[in-house]
């Protein structure tokens, strides 16, 4: 992708090599952490909503720009970001995660502490026992094996035209980095399916507001008992909000970060 008017990126050094990040504004820090299968692209829009803020998006490790994770988990992806945070010299900041990349900053927001002004999650699962039972034999969420005959695409286009609402944009930007990802866009999901939330999450202290996207197919089987252990300080239901929420509701949720970490 070319990089955008108001946008710099970069690269730190972590545990795991090199994080690749994006940069907007100026102002109060808000770290953001993509979806599975994603990268740091997915907050452009909200980015240049949030005018008095710093935006970083970074690429989570096996996903867009950085290195590939050699033993992928929660807890190594969360310490590559703070390895980020660390190097960029941020003492303090609002930390937003959507989906899988809610799950790493529930488990950042424990690694960073009193550093973390304020916690969003955006229909991520909390993963105990019960949403690890739901994960288990699951089918892949994102890839489709490569065919001679190209029909993988006709059915990458099928799903994501489904999933996202039937925006042609948004298809076009996850098959191609899905296709760039190849069987790697589904560590993501086994690395949720693997964490143990029960264990961390309790250490965190800190305030808590959680987006549920009500048309997001993924959550919905999930969202009472998600909702039940993360016993949020507000809960924000958009109607329309998906699997592409934090594209297809960037003024939403843009709102919901002013409004929350004020």
């Known amino acids: 992708m070319m990089l955008q008017e108001g946008f710099s990126a970069g690269y730190v050094d972590s545990a795991n090599g090199p994080v690749h990040y994006l940069e907007h504004g100026d102002g109060r820090p808000i770290l953001m952490l993509h979806q599975g299968g994603s990268s740091s692209r997915e907050f452009v829009s909200i980015a240049r909503r949030l005018d008095g803020w710093r935006a970083v998006m970074p690429d989570i490790p096996d996903h867009g720009n950085s290195a590939e994770c050699d033993e992928p988990s ?14 960029l010299g941020i003492s303090r900041l609002v930390l937003f995660g959507h989906h899988f990349g809610g799950v ?15 916690l969003i999650l955006s229909n991520t699962p909390y993963v105990d026992e019960h949403a690890r039972g739901l994960r288990k034999g699951e089918a892949p969420r994102s890839y489709v094996a490569t065919r001679d005959d190209g029909s993988h695409l006709t059915e990458l286009w099928a799903s994501r035209m489904g999933l996202y609402g039937g925006d042609a944009a948004l298809s076009n930007r996850f098959i191609a980095e899905n296709l760039l990802l190849g069987e790697r866009v589904e560590r993501a999901h086994a690395a949720v399916a693997a964490y143990r939330m029960e264990d961390r999450f309790p250490e965190y202290a800190g305030g808590l507001t959680f987006i549920h996207g009500a048309a997001d197919p993924y ?15 507000r809960l924000v239901t958009l109607p329309r909000g998906g699997v592409a929420l934090v594209d297809q509701c960037d003024d939403d949720v843009a709102a919901v970060i002013r409004e929350t970490a004020r």
């Open 74 to 87: 929660i807890e190594r992806y969360a310490a590559s970001i703070r390895d980020l945070v660390d190097a």
């Open 104 to 118: 790493v900053a529930a488990e950042l927001a424990v690694l960073l502490g009193s550093r973390v002004e304020h």
């Open 219 to 233: 959550i919905s089987i999930e969202i009472e008992h998600a909702l039940d252990r993360y016993r949020p300080d």
